[in-house]
């Protein structure tokens, strides 16, 4: 994890976002237990009630779960709760801009989906 002092971003949404990325990647497994508070501020210097915040997003959210003295686990489900939530804002965010720039540039929707599906960089 990599946090940054300097960004606008505050420490504890930093935290949560590495969460989600790490079960993502799949470096942290559902049913897994995560780092510490202990262990995550004592190794970034981070206040450990920066971190709980950002464990408190992620329960909130059903991505994680307490075990009353053992520590917080990844939930069942957490990482295709992650995935379609990453899908929609993929759709809100990218797709809505392309869509919008390839109007603009007088593209058809059939020579916009005739490039995607002839990028190289889908590697079929």
Known sequence: ??????????????????????????????????????????????NPATVRKGFDILTDEGILYKKRGIGMFVKTGAREKLISKAKAELARKEVTGLVRNARRLGLTKEELISIIENDESWGD
């Not at 940054?4 to 420490?11: F, V």
């Not at 079960?23 to 262990?39: D, V, W």
């Open 1 to 46: 994890m990599k946090i940054d002092d300097t960004s606008l971003t505050p420490i504890f949404v930093q935290v949560a976002d590495w969460i989600r990325s790490e079960i993502l990647n799949g470096n942290i497994a559902e049913e897994e237990c995560i780092p510490s508070t202990n262990q995550l501020s004592g190794t970034y210097g981070i």
